[in-house]
């Protein structure tokens, strides 16, 4: 008895020195900015002693753990920021005491330098590596835009002009680890390996490096919605679209200093990338239908109507058993570090998401297809990043071979009642097999009807196809991202990992009827790859978009009140015939009718939903964050597409609307807007002093 109660004291101890520790942790930030600061050096004190030493990860994050209570000093210090330094951190047992900070830049000058003795320690203790980061415009500065010219910037390293490995005096090339946006890339890379920047607008300057100046890259044209004349077409119908893609990839553009195309402006999807504070479904839907209606931003006259759709929300925990089918390209095209690297490094983000009742199948394909992980437990998330460990790229590109195979291996693991998925990753550029973009489409169209969803994760820059990832996207029941770095990968695959994977409702349509006595005309903004027949609202074999589990659609329509003359709505007047402008008495306060038509994730049957608006607009400043901030988004889309309904429009007005209508912003999605909205005013600029 007396040895049990030793050791029961003797675990009492261990357990209470054991949460007698306590945590430093936070992020190191650049000021005005959500930029991390990676690879500062952070010091910890207490009492004038140092205690601790950590460099920054490439998400600027730190951490000291097994501290004891007390009151600690913290130092940072990165080249071209002040020295920060934090006092009186009273640290408390057993918790975790956060601290993010904030580095404000500074010029630095360099002046005479008076040189005094100084003897260098043999070894410095707190410095066991040694790190350069290199920065966008430093790139453009280099003679050549590729790997080795960026590695041949720190000392010791010889750039080869002839394709040969990179050479590292004193060392192996595999010693030296090169990080691009984030991401490891191999140290044994060829010296031709290039850097790839966006292209668009450019000038074709021949001093350039010829990797910013050549651009494959390929969009679907967009032909933008006009104004329709109530008189004569009063029902408006279209899909529904939860995709993203298009903001992500126009920000790379306007973060590396350049205008996106137009065709790769989808308003929808800008819009779309945003979470808005709708209500949660309540009536048993998988969905709530809002709507708002109030002034117009950018056209005096005119009236704004938000329409916005909320998913019912899942937790991670209550979604279905997952069967899932990762089915990855590592074709050639993919061997550069916004790619395969980025890549991996996303759906390792994914892995750890999964339960042990998820399983995961890994396809890959170049010049073949081929499966190189059965399907796995998620419990098993080991093997499942080894698999994804071993992938490099090389080869051509048989997307189509990798396409039936993955869908093979999802249907041969098919859960009944569970959330079986294909998730595709690549830049786009099939071209071996089938490769033409209408067979690839007639096959998702076939693979789709087996109950397996799709979603398509696309990457990379200089011959990425956005066009073809569309469609197979829109044809395949699925949804369509675009990861430009890794924050963005955390973004769909992490922050809203229910709404990418699991699907609630299916073939999503809404139809919206105008009542001729309040509205002459509308334009829907946006949507236009999205539109339907009328007839096709009430036709369940007409496919349509799929909402995700916490999702949110929002649609805008540009009204022209019926006691308004537009120059939009000319030659829409009738010869032979007269078109009442008076309805039922009973419904000439409403401004319209929504019909909402969808499917359940495993039905074949649609449902109908109906929602009538009031025809009485808000004033702009008594309208709703999230009325304002689609607003905002919608008319920066106007302005990137240069579009003819833009209005009075400005980057001014726009970003004084969006700081209006910021709110909470916990992710700070919102404030990264504002600001891409002010460096797209400075790309504008400079590509006009350009021209």
């Known amino acids: 008895m007396k040895n049990i109660l030793l050791v029961l004291g003797l675990l009492w101890i261990g357990l209470s020195s054991f949460t007698s520790k306590a945590t430093i942790e936070g992020k190191v930030l650049e000021e005005g900015t959500t930029d991390p600061v990676i690879f500062a050096n952070v010091v910890l004190f207490k009492n004038g002693v140092r205690v601790g030493v950590k460099s920054t990860d490439f998400d600027g994050n730190y951490k000291f753990e097994n501290l004891e209570e007390g009151v600690y000093e913290i130092e940072v210090s990165y080249i071209g920021f002040d020295l920060q330094k934090i006092k009186g951190i009273k640290v408390e047992i057993g918790k975790t005491n956060r601290l993010d900070i904030i580095m404000t830049g500074r010029e630095v000058q360099l002046e005479e330098v008076v040189v005094t003795e100084y003897k260098v320690p043999l070894i410095e203790q707190d410095n066991t590596t040694q790190r350069k980061a290199i920065r966008k415009k430093d790139i453009r500065n280099l003679s050549k835009s590729n790997i080795s010219a960026l590695a041949a910037t720190t000392a010791g390293i010889e750039a080869s002009d002839e394709g040969e490995a990179i050479r590292i005096?004193?060392?192996?090339?595999?010693?030296?680890?090169?990080?691009?946006?984030?991401?490891?890339?191999?140290?044994?890379?060829?010296?031709?390996?290039?850097?790839?920047?966006p292209d668009s607008k450019m000038p074709t300057d021949p001093q350039r490096p010829k990797e910013i100046v050549?651009?494959?890259?390929?969009?679907?044209?967009?032909?933008?919605?006009?104004?329709?004349?109530?008189?004569?077409?009063?029902?408006?119908?279209?899909?529904?679209?939860?995709?993203a893609a298009s903001y992500s990839n126009l920000r790379r553009f306007i973060n590396s200093g350049y205008e996106p195309p137009v065709d790769a402006v989808r308003i929808e999807e800008m819009v779309n990338y945003f979470d808005y504070d709708y209500p949660t479904p309540t009536n048993g839907e998988p969905f709530q239908v809002i709507t708002e209606y109030a002034e117009c931003p950018w056209a005096k006259d005119h009236k704004l109507l938000h329409i916005g759709l909320q998913g019912m929300k899942?937790?991670?925990?209550?979604?279905?058993?997952t069967n899932l089918v990762f089915l990855i390209d590592v074709s050639g095209s993919m061997n550069s570090s916004n790619k395969l690297p980025l890549l991996k490094e996303s759906f390792k983000l994914l892995v750890q998401n999964l339960r042990r009742q998820d399983r995961v199948a890994m396809v890959v394909y170049a010049g073949a297809a081929g499966l190189v992980l059965p399907p796995t437990s998620g419990k098993d998330k080991q093997a499942i990043l080894n698999a994804l460990n071993e992938l490099s790229a090389g080869g051509s590109t048989a997307g189509g071979a990798g396409i039936q195979l993955a869908y093979k291996t999802a249907r041969e693991n098919f859960i009944e009642g569970g959330n079986n998925r294909v998730i595709l990753a690549t830049d786009g550029d099939f071209n071996v097999g089938m490769s033409d973009d209408n067979q690839l489409v007639k096959l998702i169209e076939k693979e789709r009807e087996s109950g397996v969803f799709l979603t398509v994760m696309g990457f990379g820059r200089g011959?990425?196809?956005?066009?073809?990832?569309q469609k197979l996207a829109n044809k395949g029941n699925g949804n369509h991202a675009y990861i430009d770095q890794l924050s963005e990968a955390k973004k769909v695959l992490v922050k809203e990992f229910g709404g990418t994977i699991f699907t609630i409702?299916?073939?999503?349509?809404?139809?919206?009827?105008?009542?001729?006595?309040?509205?002459?005309?509308?334009?829907?903004?946006?949507?236009?790859?999205?539109?339907?027949?009328?007839?096709?609202?009430?036709?369940?074999?007409?496919?349509?978009?799929?909402l995700g589990a916490g999702h949110t659609v929002t649609a805008l329509y540009e009204i022209i009140p019926n006691d308004v003359e537009s120059p939009f709505l000319a030659g829409t007047d009738l010869k032979y015939q007269e078109i009442t402008s008076t309805p039922k008495s009973e419904f000439k306060d409403e401004l319209m009718t929504v019909k909402l038509r969808y499917k359940p994730r495993d039905g074949k049957k649609s449902k109908l939903i109906?929602?009538?608006?009031?025809?009485?607009?808000?004033?702009?400043?008594?309208?709703?964050?999230?009325?304002?901030?689609?607003?905002?988004?919608?008319?920066?889309?106007?302005?990137?597409?240069?579009?003819?309904?833009?209005?009075?429009a400005s980057f001014k007005n726009i970003s004084d609307l969006a700081k209006a209508a910021k709110g909470k912003d916990e992710n700070g999605y919102r404030k990264e807007f504002i600001e891409l909205i002010q460096k797209a005013e400075v790309n504008k600029k400079a590509m006009t002093v350009e021209k």
């Open 214 to 243: 050549e651009n494959n890259e390929s969009y679907d044209q967009i032909q933008e919605n006009s104004f329709k004349a109530v008189t004569t077409e009063a029902v408006s119908t279209f899909s529904i679209d939860v995709d």
């Open 169 to 197: 005096r004193g060392s192996r090339s595999k010693a030296t680890d090169y990080y691009v946006d984030g991401i490891r890339v191999n140290g044994n890379l060829s010296s031709n390996q290039p850097i790839a920047l």
């Open 505 to 546: 409702a299916k073939d999503v349509k809404l139809q919206i009827e105008f009542n001729p006595a309040q509205v002459k005309g509308y334009r829907l903004i946006g949507y236009e790859n999205r539109l339907l027949n009328r007839e096709d609202f009430d036709d369940d074999t007409k496919d349509a978009g799929e």
């Open 314 to 321: 899942i937790s991670n925990d209550n979604l279905p058993a």
């Open 610 to 648: 109906k929602h009538s608006v009031d025809a009485k607009a808000l004033k702009l400043n008594e309208s709703s964050d999230n009325f304002r901030w689609s607003a905002s988004v919608a008319a920066f889309g106007m302005l990137l597409r240069d579009s003819k309904f833009k209005g009075n």
């Open 463 to 469: 011959n990425y196809k956005d066009a073809k990832m």
